[in-house]
């Protein structure tokens, strides 16, 4: 028989033990989910350090989706991901900023970093505004795919497809393929060695700056690159 003296050592000491399993597995709960996924938040946001002159090349390959002049003097790059929440956030932005810096000497260019051990659609919606551009329909399917970032899925694109009035057929022959596999793979694969670890992630010229910011913030960088 077990004493009440010896009982209630025997249960504190029993919820140490649980106390300091649970702080452990909170602990690499934290960490796993970090890393799983990288995206930032705006509380995190950060004005990265400039890059090198073999990253820099890395930025804008010219096969990516682009708006402006080819030898414009501030080029704008995202890097992003459809179901990324944040990207979403700051998509009004970016579509302000082009409007506002239409016929000047900026481009807008966007790249694909789909996190698939975290977001399972968002290679398949890569996909689908790649697709999309085929028919000259790149950011009509880009807008759509963040408003319904939240329920994508084979149907879905069909269905955004099909809404955008665009053929369907070959449509759905550009995905089945995966046709622009090697496309995604290289922006994800320039995006590593770039250093990238989350989205959204954007580049003004060399400058690297990694979060949802604010349209005035964009504005400021963009305009002090014009005036160099």
């Known amino acids: 028989m077990v004493h009440m003296p010896q009982a209630k050592q025997f249960i504190a000491f029993f919820g140490i033990i649980v106390a300091v399993f649970l ?24 004005k990265d350090q400039i890059l090198s ?18 030898d414009a003097k501030v080029v704008v790059v995202e890097f992003l991901d459809y179901q990324c929440e944040f990207c ?21 260019v966007i790249r694909h970093f789909p996190l698939q051990d975290t977001h399972p659609f968002a290679y398949k919606a890569s996909h689908a505004a790649l697709c999309a551009r085929e028919q000259n329909a790149f950011l009509p399917m880009h807008n759509l795919l963040f ?5 994508l899925n084979d149907l879905v694109f069909a269905q955004l497809a099909s809404q955008l009035h665009i053929d369907v057929d070959v449509f759905a022959s550009c995905m ?27 580049f003004i010229n060399k400058q690297r700056l990694t979060g949802a910011f604010s349209l005035q913030d964009f504005k400021q960088a963009i305009d002090h690159e014009l005036r160099r």
């Open 23 to 46: 702080a452990a597995l909170l602990t690499l709960v934290i960490k796993t989910s970090y890393e799983s996924v990288p995206e930032r938040t705006q509380s995190t946001q950060q």
């Open 176 to 202: 089945a393929d995966e046709k622009y596999q090697s496309l995604i793979r290289k922006d994800v694969s320039d995006a590593v060695d770039i250093g990238i670890t989350g989205v959204p992630t954007f």
């Open 147 to 151: 408003q319904h970032n939240q329920r």
């Open 88 to 108: 979403k956030h700051v998509s009004p932005t970016l579509q302000r900023l082009t409007e506002d810096y239409k016929d000047t000497s900026v481009r807008f």
């Open 53 to 70: 002159v073999s990253q820099l090349a890395l930025i804008d390959n010219g096969l990516a989706f682009s708006l402006g002049h080819e």
